[in-house]
């Protein structure tokens, strides 16, 4: 019998504050922002996705992302990331002193299109630019997140063959960047066996020094949990989640959308694998979060009588 | 990379009609209890726990049992099975032509006290007539339902060596009885890796032929389908589900209860495995099971689009 046994360390990346205040159709007020991110980092978290620099007329929602950096920028054993789309964004994240750069392209042309309006290929030469800035910079982190690698809302499931294609062009232009690859499951439809073939496989591929990878998963499907696991003993070594599960799912009214900080932090051994991240802690940042006027949350660690939960 | 293949087939136990409907306070007619089974039968179920045989002063919910498997006992080819909390329960059952019998003990004196008013050692020695009567009879099989095999609602945190040491008498007293053991999570606070040690650990010292192992768990922690597949990772090939996740859970009032059937189905490869369920159908039971007056159903593969599902 091959026994599954817990990883020694998990990255948690908390996502609520990009992936889930973007979901929020009224912009959230900063200091709301702020009070939600320091109950984060008081219970732990250590990495943390703080928004994204886009245009603000776009995604509103994420306006004020500056003014959350910069209200955070004493905090140096932090990790914050933001989400570029392109260039410009990417200048502005260096701008405003952050290191880790979140780019994001869909491994899918339909869901590229739809979600940042262009080619994969004028993205990944989008990415070329941005490398050579960091590189130029130095002392940054590349976080690539490969939407749709798994499930397209347009074309259907996706062959590890269709990302593999893509991330060669992708690995291609980083070069020897110290980066983190996210496989992303953009619609919650990944089943936790095409999660360990695509990550086995990627990894076989494109695997080197220098290079980490990630699982972004979304619970649509009830899968949430189980695929993270499954990243994590098929070569992921980071998850990102949202607290309290905040965050819709766009085409799918009503159900439920980011997997749950606490449900993973809860899979992984009753919480008992280093993260870093408390658990009595955390559920009290989730009721803050749940707490958002317009949020939409799904947790089951928040449902269970809190004394049974830490 | 040691990657994690799906399992070339399932036996998925359907017990919505048992732990289900028992959820449910008015006692539903008969006949809507025919026609829900039909629709699972409908669906490709093979397995399915059709009832209990217990006080129907204690459980109106289940007084109609004998009716529900007399309405069904040309389905030569089904497995039905009934729990059975007793050997007064187990005559009955046989009376009525089940040759599958659920017999439930738990693991924690202090349920087993609170489930079925005895001690652990007074349900064993009840187990022994019943397996005596069982092999007089032939041509039966026995599951064993090990409650509390994980977590106690009121001892907390169940060690392993717990189990194996109520296991060890049961196995002593089943012989070479064609049986299933199922360890069951009764409260849903099961964690992945300690389904994967307690069936790794209690295989390893009470596996014999004639022997198979089953996972009977709740989505309670949201733990529902990640401890499903990690039970079949380390030796378990039947899994207990319930259509549409009917069932409440008695301790956290508005938690979901039952890990849902569709929600395992498409977690095995995204429904690739061989269950012999086909999910389109399935959905369609479990549409009707929702439609059910006070049922609690938490599914979701019934949330997203139906085209997405199947």
């Avoid at 800035?133 to 002392?139: D, R, S, T, Y």
């Avoid at 802690?281 to 009721?287: G, I, S």
């Amino acid at each position: 019998m091959n026994l599954l046994s817990p990883p020694a360390m998990v990255d948690i990346v908390e996502v609520a504050p990009r992936d889930g205040f973007q979901s929020i159709r009224d912009p959230l007020p900063t200091a709301e922002k702020i009070r939600c991110i320091q109950a984060l980092i008081d219970a732990g978290v250590t990495r943390l996705e703080i928004g994204s620099f886009v245009s603000p007329k776009a995604i509103p929602q994420m306006a004020d992302t500056g003014e959350l950096v910069a209200a955070f920028a004493d905090r140096a054993a932090m990790r914050f990331s933001a989400l570029v789309p392109n260039l410009r964004g990417a200048e502005l994240a260096l701008d405003h002193g952050v290191r880790e750069l979140v780019f994001v392209v869909s491994v899918s042309e339909s869901h590229n299109q739809s979600n940042v309006r262009r080619s994969v290929d004028d993205s990944l030469a989008d990415l070329a630019r941005i490398v050579s800035l960091m590189q130029q910079e130095g002392n940054t982190y590349l976080r690539l997140d490969l939407g749709t690698s798994f499930d397209c809302p347009f074309e259907g499931t996706i062959d590890w063959r269709q990302v593999d294609s893509v991330l060669a062009h992708a690995m291609a232009i980083c070069d020897e960047l110290p980066m983190e690859v996210a496989l992303c499951d953009t619609t919650g439809r990944a089943t936790p066996y095409q999660v360990a073939e695509h990550f086995s496989r990627l990894i076989d591929h494109h695997g080197r020094a220098g290079v980490k990878w990630a699982f972004h998963g979304h619970d649509t499907f009830g899968m949430g949990v189980t695929n993270a696991l499954f990243a994590l003993h098929h070569g992921a070594t980071a998850i990102d989640t949202a607290c309290a599960g905040l965050g819709g799912c766009p085409f799918a009214p009503g159900a439920t959308g980011n997997t749950a900080t606490e449900d993973v932090l809860h899979a992984l051994d009753g919480g008992k694998v280093y993260t870093g991240i408390d658990m009595a802690r955390l559920l009290l940042a989730a009721d803050a979060i749940a707490a958002l006027p317009g949020g939409q949350t799904a947790s089951h660690l928040r449902q269970v009588p809190r004394e049974r939960a830490a």
